[in-house]
């Protein structure tokens, strides 16, 4: 049976929940909450949990290193299991997306994100499936600050809807053809 491997990225730690660089975190508590996972196993510097949904057996994973360095967990779980690039989903931040957009992509460059840059050396191609949330970008904060900066009240209600989207998308994955999927979920915000 096929094995996918779905991952959400972020920081791990209380310090850095509900920030701006854990949107695949919140992904991946959106849809344990979904399918009523309260407990979390660990593996290989990682939490995941897995099932069996639309004939596949499913791994949902939130790294527990640093972000940049989600490729390494990652790979652990790729080489005892066997799994194949094209059965790989990352959800992630994105700073040159609007607030409240989602956009997904099967392959691309990391685009300055440093989580998406360790994974595409750790798998040795950037020929990956991935759903990146906007976070858009504040040019007065200094990058690192702003991605690790604590989500407003207002932001955060913002986001959940967007949240909520990109968890949709996740699960639409599993038995949809992801250019269909690329159709139906980028959006555009209007300035």
């Not at 849809?31 to 309260?38: D, G, K, M, P």
């Not at 004939?55 to 939130?62: D, Q």
């Not at 360095?69 to 700073?95: A, Q, R, W």
Request: aromatic letters at 8%; a positive charge.
């Amino acid at each position: 049976m096929k094995i996918k491997l779905v991952v959400g990225l972020g920081n791990p730690g209380k310090e850095y929940s509900n920030t701006r660089h854990n949107m695949g975190f919140m992904v991946m508590d959106e849809i344990a909450n979904r399918l009523e996972v309260f407990k979390w196993k660990e593996r290989d510097g990682a939490l995941y949990f897995d099932c069996y949904l639309d004939f596949a057996h499913v791994i949902f994973m939130k790294p527990q290193k640093f972000i940049n360095l989600s490729g390494d967990v990652i790979m652990n779980f790729v080489k005892y299991l066997d799994i194949k690039t094209e059965d790989i989903l990352i959800v992630s931040d994105d700073l040159d997306l609007p607030v409240g957009s989602i956009k997904l992509k099967e392959k691309g460059s990391s685009g300055g994100h440093n989580g998406l840059k360790n994974i595409e050396e750790r798998l040795g191609t950037s020929e990956y499936r991935r759903i990146k949330i906007g976070i858009s970008n504040n040019k007065q904060m200094d990058t690192k600050d702003y991605v690790l900066g604590k989500l407003g009240l207002t932001e955060k209600r913002h986001l959940k809807t967007v949240i909520d989207r990109a968890a949709d998308a996740v699960l639409e994955s599993l038995h949809t053809p992801f250019p269909e999927l690329m159709c139906k979920y980028n959006t555009r915000i209007k300035n």
